[in-house]
């Protein structure tokens, strides 16, 4: 999947999603919850990070969307952000279902962000 296909579908999902966000809305924001985890799992496998390159505790998590989908089910878009040693930065922003008892409702969808265009990158 080229780059430019990949920026439109995350375009499109922030478009589709709610970004009305609520306090009755599961937390699933934390750097060792459901979506960051799966999304580390995922860079991982696809060679992108390794255990012993990421300063875990530098790892950031950003709730930019959740969208009651009703019978406290819960569409979630996170912006995860993990700091190499090195400094690099690897940024995804993560799709999945959640509910009123867990954050793992289903499988997470990981889009990785390729460039930041304007303002000052963060």
Known sequence: MDRMFRNMVVLVVLQVVSLAVCAAHPACDGPESWASSMAFV?????????????????????????EDKGE??????????????????????????????ECSEGPVTVYVVGDVLGGDGS
Do not use: C, I
């Open 42 to 66: 995922h860079l991982k496998n696809a060679g992108l990070l390794s255990n012993e390159a990421v300063e875990f505790s530098k790892t950031q998590v950003e709730r930019l969307a959740s």
């Open 72 to 101: 406290g089910r819960y569409l979630q878009v996170h912006k995860v952000t993990f700091v190499k040693k090195d400094g690099a930065r690897v940024v995804v922003l993560t799709e999945n279902l959640a509910s009123d008892a």
